[in-house]
């Protein structure tokens, strides 16, 4: 059987009143806001037997009238139930998972009135994110290491700095094996094909352009 109250006075029943009305309100704001992945419901706990007084995006199959849930009938006979119960996890009638949030409404007496409650259908969220995850996922390792950005000749200039810095020098200090081995780094990486791009090198090492060639294997130089 469901439980049942003492009697209210007429001050608390227009209070009560008060407090269910208002909640409607709520229900469809939310209802409208949270539309269509958030059934918002509101239960009417002084009568738990037909507690449902207004529900939006309906997700659950319930109708107006019907009774309260188990989280409704443990705040009905328990005055210091927690008044907010956030993001539990719950079941819809057809076994699709829910997030669920409720939140129990009390009169100036403290006694339980209503209970405004949120049920988040998860599935489609569940799908989306499973998909999402798929879709981004890498598994290929790629011969070469590639970047999107432009290719422009100061791009030359930067790679030479970067060799040079990991071995603690500069281009122009760097010696003879380690100039032929940045260049050799540089046309293995495409560098050399772009515009200008010895011109650039010979700038950076501070050597002729010429010279540059010498960096390169015979079968490589143009």
Excluded: W
């Excluded at 009417?44 to 409704?72: C, F, K, W, Y």
């Amino acid at each position: 059987m469901m439980p049942t109250r003492k009697p209210l006075s007429g001050h608390s029943t227009d209070e009560n009143a008060l407090l269910l009305r208002e909640g409607e309100k709520i229900v469809a704001a939310l209802g409208q806001t949270l539309a269509p992945l958030v059934e918002v419901v509101l239960h009417d706990l002084t009568r738990p037997e037909h507690s449902v007084v207004a529900i939006a995006n309906n997700l659950s199959g319930r109708q107006v009238g019907d009774a309260a849930t188990e989280m409704g009938l443990a705040r009905v006979t328990d005055s210091g139930f927690p008044e907010v119960v956030a993001n539990y996890p719950n079941r819809f009638p057809d076994g699709r998972p829910a997030k669920s949030t409720s939140i129990g409404l009390k009169n100036s007496a403290g006694e339980y009135v209503a209970a405004l409650c949120l049920n988040m259908d998860v599935s489609l969220i569940g799908a989306v994110t499973a998909g999402l995850g798929q879709l981004i996922q890498t598994s290929t390792t790629a011969p070469v290491t590639e970047t999107l950005a432009p290719r422009a000749a100061g791009g030359v200039r930067e790679a030479l700095e970067r060799f040079a810095a990991t071995r603690n020098t500069t281009p122009i200090g760097m010696t003879l094996a380690q100039r032929r081995e940045a260049v050799r780094e540089l046309a293995a990486n495409g560098h050399l094909n772009l515009r200008h791009a010895l011109a650039d090198v010979a700038t950076t090492l501070g050597v002729a352009r010429s010279t540059v060639y010498t960096y390169l294997p015979a079968e490589e130089r143009p």
